[in-house]
Each structure stands twice: as C-alpha cells, then as structure tokens.
C-alpha cells in the first residue's frame, strides 16, 4: 500500500494531542492501534510540552507512531500541527481520554466510499463517567446512516466530541483548520464551517467511548468553557452568509449560552452577571421561555438590589 502522504490515498490521519497525561496516553493509543483498519493509519501524537513522562511512554512505540514534542500552545495549535504533519486523504480525530471503537475508522472509510459527497462522517459515542455508569451521548433528532445537513444542528448546538469525528482533509484545509484563538470549544466552531460546505453522515452504531469528568479536562472548568462556546458563536456569524437559513438556529445556540452562564453564575452567587446574562438569553429569544427562567431573572435583579 501506497503509504505517501497525499489528499487522495484513502489514508488517515490521526490527530492526537496530549498535555501531562502520560498515565492516560497508551491506553488512547493502543485503541488507535487495534484498529481494524490501523494498516490506513498514520497516528501523529503531538506532546503539547508535556512536563510528565509523556516522552518516554511515545518512546515505547517507536516507528508505530508519529511522535512531534512542541512548546505548550493549547490544544488548536497542537490538533492543527498533526494535521499539516501528515496530510493524508481523511483526518480522525482521538483525544487522549477517549477510547475507540475497533472498527471505527474502517466504517467511517465505507461511509465516505458510499457518500463521496460527504464532507464529515460521525457517529454515536457513549459517556461513561466516574462511577462507571455509561449512557448515550445526547443528539438532536437527525437522520441517521445516510448524508443529511447538520449545519442547523450544529448552529445551534455542539454534539459531536472530536473522537467521533472523521472529515476529508480538503474541507478541512478550505475552512481553515481549528481556530488558534480559540483555546476551549474550537471544535464546535470547526464543526459548523465543515457542515456549512456539505452533506455529512452520522452513523446510528457506537464509534468512540468519552470518559466524562477525567481529572485536568478542559470541559471540567464550566464557566470558561461557555464563555469560548460564546465567543465561538459569534464567530459564526460569518458562516450565516453561506447559510442564512440558519440563522434561527444560530440564535437559538447564542440564547442557550447566555442562559448556561446565567446558571452557572447564579450558583455561584454572581447575580450581577447572572441578570446581565439572563436579560441577553431573554432578548435573544424571549419567546416559548418557561415562566421560571423570568423568576430567576427577576430574582438576580433582587438580591443584586439588596446587596446594593
């Protein structure tokens, strides 16, 4: 086989990046590995400036893998390096907590061999948390196992994790890789650009296993997380004049942000910021709003009122 680097040889790229998670790291690269079609693979780990034994455990897979060490420059930087490091047909991304399935990138291959249109091809992934419980990681209703548009979906909100996902590398590299600005929620920002430039196929079967709550996951430190899932939402706005139509979604996703900082504030007992983000979620969407989220808007303006 034609091992080549190049946008038409039915290869893959696997972008894994890593941070200090040396404990964790084999275990995402041996699912990498076990691969039912790992012989297409080119998995390109890419150390982040670890300050563990990351190194060393690389080192132990030798010529297996592409290992590429950088200075610490967040996760955009360190998916887009792997990205540009071995630029094969497809890209699979595999974040170092997750685990895949084994015939993961062989069935996400067969979809792209029959949709050549499609542009990103997903599938279902199960949470599994801390205590062992396991369940279905939420979608939208979309079709299932066949090219539809996801771009309204994903406008308004994000359900595809990285490990899930499968893209072609020239829509990738049309929209403009991951958003270096973007150190949190740079996926879903991504996510939408590939959706607004054609159809994509999400798989009905289990592809990958997100282990919820890991210790040092970006997504455990809420309120950040949603101030770049907001700040990526406006970014977007940009996309709206490819795809107008949707715009309801966008502002759907910009309301039920606003409404997320709302809360996370309001347990927090900033009822400044908790009113001032509950009047935007309103404004943005003031319409079918349950009679509660206008009695906690009311209620933050109170105490905020009393403290005064």
């Not at 998670?21 to 150390?47: K, S």
């Not at 066949?146 to 994903?154: V, Y």
């Amino acid at each position: 086989m034609d091992r080549r680097p190049t946008l038409d040889n039915r290869r893959v790229t696997v972008v894994l990046p890593t941070y200090t998670r040396a404990g964790l790291l084999p275990r995402a690269i041996e699912t990498a590995l076990r691969q039912t079609a790992a012989a297409a693979c080119d998995i390109v780990l890419v150390d982040d400036g670890s300050t563990d034994a990351t190194p060393r455990v690389a080192a132990r897979y030798g010529e297996r893998l592409i290992y590429i060490r950088q200075r610490n420059g967040g996760l955009p930087v360190a998916r887009n390096t792997a990205i540009r490091a071995r630029p094969n047909e497809f890209v699979a991304f595999l974040d170092d907590d997750d685990l895949w399935e084994p015939d993961k990138i062989e069935r996400q291959l067969a979809a792209f061999a029959a949709w050549p249109q499609a542009v990103l091809v997903a599938g279902r992934t199960i949470d599994r948390y801390p205590d062992g419980r396991c369940a279905a990681h939420r979608i939208p209703p979309l079709p299932l196992d066949q090219p539809a548009d996801l771009a309204p979906c994903l406008f308004e909100t994000n359900f595809l994790p990285p490990s899930s996902v499968m893209v072609r590398t020239r829509t990738l590299l049309a929209v403009g890789l991951f958003q270096p600005r973007m150190r949190r929620a740079q996926d879903s920002h991504l996510w939408v650009r590939i959706a607004c430039r054609g159809p994509c196929v999400y798989l009905s079967a289990p592809v990958a296993t997100y282990f919820v709550g890991v210790p040092g996951a970006l997504s455990r430190d809420t309120f950040s997380q949603l101030s770049y899932q907001l700040r990526g939402r406006y970014l977007l706005q940009r996309e709206l004049r490819r795809r107008p139509d949707c715009l309801p979604s966008w502002r759907r996703g910009l309301a039920r942000s606003f409404t997320d900082l709302r809360d996370v504030a309001y347990r927090q007992g900033r009822y400044a910021a908790a009113a001032r983000y509950g009047l935007r979620s309103l404004l943005h969407r003031p319409w079918g709003r349950p009679a509660w989220e206008w009695g906690r808007f009311f209620d933050s303006l109170y105490r905020v009122w009393k403290r005064v």
